[in-house]
């Protein structure tokens, strides 16, 4: 195996108890700040910083095409990929507008785009192959080619922290990648794919029985090892989840806290926990997707969602969305006044 995990350190309890008696002290009821409070303590923590700063942020975008595309899983066809690539890196996709207005850095990193892209400005080549294989008739890659991707993603996090980075958001594109997230995740849950497989970029009711049958068929043709993430990935995943794993991984190590998008995301931090349990309080869901699947992975994750826009569109849009409520928690932890120093009478 040449892939070699970092070590994930745990959250730093004691730092997030000196938040929690800090929120106690602002100019507020106790707790009446919700859920902002509780990500403000879990930032302190996952950081070792009483008082956390956002400054640097970036939102990575993993492409990569699979091969189950072939199945007519999806509403679109597989070229989409590339020229989504294209116009991400022109600023009009939707990850592009919506991170300019939260200044996070668009990372675009080609790890297995079916097309040759290398021309393109703006993107990170660092393609494994030219797609995944047809996960219906076997496994989607080789092992060697999920630790390339993993690697991948580990690597590029790595080179983005060097110049600072203070958060980091996920996110992806691929024509047919809800087909491997959502038989990742019934793989790794063991529910019925039924209820974990939606209609992607909109299938209809005949798609998506297709699809259903098609994960079925992946399933038992693979059978992927529920305890064995790797495997689950080689058989059963893409590259672009592959390559999303290895960011994680390196976020978490760095303490970072980590902004999942939707399913896809979701999926490739199914696998990330599965390799490294430690990683789990550093994961921050943005929003529940409107894919069926997303539900259940946010669930076995033990998270819950800031959002519920019914976005379906991937590419890091929903976390981008979440940032400024990110940034808003830290700033009341750090900004707000004391009753002593406001001079205000406590209750």
């Given amino acids: 195996m040449n892939l070699h995990l970092p070590h994930i350190p745990p959250i730093n309890k004691i730092t997030a108890e000196k938040a929690v008696i800090r929120h106690n002290e602002l100019t507020k009821p106790l707790g009446s ?6 990500l403000s303590i879990q930032i302190a923590g996952m950081t070792d910083q ?5 400054h640097q942020k970036a939102v990575f975008v993993f492409a990569a095409d699979h091969g189950v595309a072939e199945e007519g899983i999806s509403a679109y066809p597989v070229e989409v990929t590339a020229q989504m690539v294209a116009n991400i890196v022109k600023g009009k996709a939707a990850v592009s507008v ?18 040759d892209i290398s021309h393109l400005f703006g993107v990170i080549h660092r393609k494994v192959a030219f797609g995944s294989r047809n996960l219906r008739l076997g496994p989607a890659m080789e092992l ?34 809800t087909t ?13 794919v039924e209820s974990v497989t939606g209609r992607g970029t909109g299938l209809d009711d005949l798609g998506l029985l297709r699809k259903i049958e098609v994960i079925k068929e992946s399933i038992r043709v693979n059978q992927p090892d529920p305890n064995n993430a790797l495997d689950v990935l080689a058989k059963v995943g893409g590259l672009d989840i592959a390559g999303l794993v290895g960011v994680i991984v390196a976020a978490a190590a760095r303490r970072l806290p980590i902004v999942l998008d939707g399913f896809i995301t979701g999926a490739a931090a199914m696998i990330a926990v599965k390799l490294r349990s430690e990683i789990k309080p550093y ?26 826009l019914k976005l379906r ?26 009753f002593n120093e406001a001079g205000v009478s406590r209750k």
């Fill in 98 to 115: 919506l991170a300019k207005h939260v200044a996070a850095k668009v990372v675009v990193v080609d790890v297995g785009v079916a097309k």
């Fill in 180 to 192: 491997p997230a959502a038989t990742i995740t019934s793989a790794i849950t063991g529910l019925p």
């Fill in 313 to 338: 569109l991937g590419e890091g849009s929903g976390a981008m969305l979440a940032v400024p409520i990110i940034e808003s928690a830290v700033h009341v932890l750090n900004e707000m006044a004391t």
């Fill in 50 to 54: 009483e008082h956390p700063q956002i």
């Fill in 33 to 38: 700040l919700g859920r902002l409070e509780d």
């Fill in 144 to 177: 060697e080619q999920v630790e390339l991707a993993i690697n991948c993603g580990m690597q590029v996090l790595d080179e983005q922290a060097k110049s600072g980075l203070d958060l980091v958001a996920l996110g992806e594109i691929g024509i047919g990648n």
């Fill in 283 to 308: 994961l921050i869901a943005s929003h529940l997707s409107a894919e069926v699947g997303h539900r259940t992975v946010c669930k076995w994750l033990g998270l819950e969602p800031l959002l519920d």
